[in-house]
């Protein structure tokens, strides 16, 4: 989801011109069908919401309101704040219109929020009005670099809008002082600039009533700072977020007489000339010539200087924040071992008790001195990244408690060496069955097979929706997942996981990781963060059980396919999707893998919002006769034959039967029909 923006525009104010009207919609992801539940909530809050703002805007608590219509999923949340010169007629016409613009700029979107010069407007899908005064980092930022002020010093000017919108952010803030049915965070002021150019500076600030004066304060204050980096020299400019809003323009642009006038800082005195001065006599040369190599020796020894104090500095800055880290980790749910009782229970890190090696670090066996066997994970700090990926890890699986989730013993950090130390889990990784060799590949029962694949979606059913905080875990693959003595699976290395507080579902990254082949395009391409992006690791790992092949195999010689995901939909738009199965599985097994394809296909959808959620595919793996709707091609699929664009035009039936074939049928076989079974 996108949260609560926050967009720095710098205004163009032509100095002859009128003032122009700001107009412009911000859309986030997500989008509802036509004539659906939620565009019919929707329409119902879009229709009561401009009365409720302009009753409130009639009153003394500006026109700002709120409205939460219908129930999750369907459940639309919206609010209003109208300027606060603005009158009960003008907040309401303001707020109807941002619906309408919402509607064209940003149509069928579940979250957008709309900026007019008397309002700001927002509706959504997502819980936002929970999180009051929380604004996101700027999104967006619009400027003219031929709009700068160019007959006063910049550094001037940018002085003088700071000192106003301070000024006024303070009168604001006070304004807002009342009680609760007079609250209004809201002024206008005016400043006294240069005469001859820019006579007058006029600024405002506003915040939702609903805030306390130290949110309002926080919010304003901040926008404040940005000022001299995104509007530098502009003569006009607006930060703009839902919570709170501020705006300064060389040319009056609110109601009414402002509520403080106050005098611009002295203008800077011009730089001083050099002094004309008689010609250096021929001993003040000698001089000068002399002095040139103690110069030079000073400024060796000043930088050397400098430098040693950067280093320092720099040294203890680490410092600094490795024991800020260590000290969250310490208040973890876990025990802080010391190197010396791990290097005993390994044998010293022994080759011979070493389990695995990834991009993060070794993992060995070990035991300890009460009889209990651990895995110790010791981290690369020559990546870069280890005291922060066990820091993340630490945070993350000392609050989790799951069976199908590792369980995380403790951690140790002694100098450079930083190891994390989990249950021993007796099986290892479920890539040791599947790829490994042929001969222990096929050791796998389809019962442990499909236990697998549930047990995986019951663990990532924990992380997206029964945890404190939704955990995207962003690197599930094969040699991730463990198996316990009986076989039950469970999700390992959340060194890479993301947290999405505040009922956020989206979220973006600039560092992409994870491994190739698990990665959704949105996030291999774009750096989006979702839930999604795990459901189509799952969705690839479904596959990969059930045909026991990895979706990826360049160079190992198995395969001539480019990927598993290609072959798997060959297969089925082929209609001899059977063929990629164990042949001697029958009757209500085979049609249960054959469910398992179809679910793993849903799951690898190019669109995240074609994907099911983890409610969803549970309750697909538990409802043998629930119909499924037909997938449509997946994501990274080459295939220039394919036959696909035939087959997902429609929304047919599909049908399997003892033989595996699929058919377009109106009746089920074997009670398993495949149509659509969940929202889209």
């Known amino acids: 989801m996108l949260a609560v923006v926050v967009v720095v525009v710098a205004v163009l104010l032509p100095l002859a011109a009128a003032q122009q009207t700001m107009q412009f919609s911000s859309c986030a992801s997500g989008a509802y069908a036509a004539n659906s539940t939620y565009e019919a909530n929707l329409a119902v809050l879009a229709a009561a919401l401009p009365g409720k703002a302009s009753t409130a805007a009639a009153g ?55 900026y007019q010069d008397g309002c700001i407007v927002r509706f959504s899908d997502q819980r936002f009005l929970d999180f009051v005064g929380v604004n996101s980092p700027v999104s967006e ?37 009342g009680s609760n049915n007079t609250k209004k965070y809201f002024a206008t002021a005016v400043e006294d600039f240069d005469p001859k150019h820019y006579p007058k500076i006029y ?84 001089r000068r010539v002399a002095g040139i190599p103690a110069g030079v020796a000073c400024f060796v020894v000043l930088m050397l200087i400098l430098s040693a104090y950067a280093f320092i500095r720099f040294k203890r800055k680490k410092a600094a924040k490795k024991d800020n880290l260590l000290k969250k980790m310490a208040r973890g749910k876990c025990t802080i071992f010391d190197l010396a009782t791990l290097k005993e229970a390994t044998e010293n890190f022994s080759e011979k008790h070493k389990l695995g090696e990834g991009g993060f670090g070794t993992v060995y066996k070990g035991k300890l001195p009460d009889g209990q066997e651990i895995a110790v994970k010791k981290l690369i700090e020559s990546c870069g990244h280890g005291l922060n990926q066990l820091h993340n890890e630490v945070l993350v699986l000392a609050e989790l408690q799951h069976k199908n989730l590792v369980r995380l013993q403790g951690f140790c950090v002694h100098k450079d060496e930083m190891l994390l130390v989990y249950e021993y889990i007796k099986n290892g990784s479920l890539d040791n069955f599947l790829f490994a060799h042929a001969s222990r590949g096929n050791a796998l029962s389809w019962d442990q097979q499909y236990n697998i694949i549930f047990g995986i979606a019951k663990g990532i059913m924990y992380l997206h929706e029964d945890s404190s905080i939704r955990i995207i875990h962003r690197d599930l693959k094969a040699n991730n997942i463990l198996l316990d003595e009986d ?86 738009t082929e209609g001899v999707i059977s063929q990629v199965i164990d042949q001697s599985l029958e009757g209500h097994f085979r049609n249960q893998a054959l469910r398992c394809i179809h679910i793993g296909l849903l799951c690898v959808q190019s669109d995240p919002d074609d994907r099911p959620d983890i409610p969803s595919v549970i309750f697909m793996l538990t409802r043998d006769n629930m119909e499924l709707q037909p997938p449509t091609e997946p994501a990274f699929f080459f295939n220039g034959n394919s036959n696909s664009a035939s087959q997902t035009s429609d929304q047919r039936v599909y049908v399997y039967d003892r033989s595996g074939k699929i058919y377009e049928e109106d009746i089920s076989a074997n009670g398993i029909t495949l149509t659509d079974i969940y929202p889209r």
């Open 60 to 114: 003394a608590a500006a026109g700002y309101a709120t409205a939460t219509v219908g129930a999750v999923p369907d459940q639309v949340s919206a609010l209003a704040l109208c300027r606060g010169d603005a009158n009960a007629t003008a907040c309401r016409a303001c707020v109807a219109a941002s619906f309408r613009v919402a509607r064209r700029d940003c149509p069928s979107s579940k979250d957008a929020t709309t």
């Open 203 to 286: 600024g405002m600030a506003q915040c939702a009533p609903v805030m306390t004066a130290a949110q309002c304060r926080s919010c304003l204050g901040g926008f404040v700072s940005s000022i001299p980096w995104f509007l530098n020299g502009k003569p006009g400019g607006r930060v703009l977020g839902i919570w709170c809003n501020l705006r300064y323009s060389v040319k009056p642009f609110y109601q009414g007489q402002p509520m403080l006038q106050i005098s611009a800082p002295p203008e800077p005195p011009p730089p001083a000339m050099p002094s004309l001065a008689a010609p250096p006599t021929r001993t003040a040369r000698r």
């Open 487 to 572: 076989m039950d699976p469970k999700i390992a290395d959340f060194g890479l996981a993301r947290l999405i507080g505040g009922g956020h579902t989206h979220t973006k990254t600039t560092r992409i990781v994870g491994t190739y082949g698990y990665m959704a395009p949105e996030y291999a391409i774009h750096g989006n963060v979702s839930p999604k992006i795990d459901i189509f690791s799952f969705g690839v790992l479904v596959l990969e059980i059930v045909t026991k092949r990895k979706n990826c195999s360049y160079g190992d010689g198995t395969t001539d396919t480019v990927n598993l995901l290609s072959d798997v939909w060959s297969y089925w």
């Open 141 to 177: 930022l619009y400027s003219d670099a031929d709009s700068n002020i160019t007959a006063v010093p910049v550094a001037w000017f940018n002085a003088a809008v700071v000192a106003l919108m301070n000024a006024t952010v303070d009168t604001a803030v006070a304004a807002g002082s």
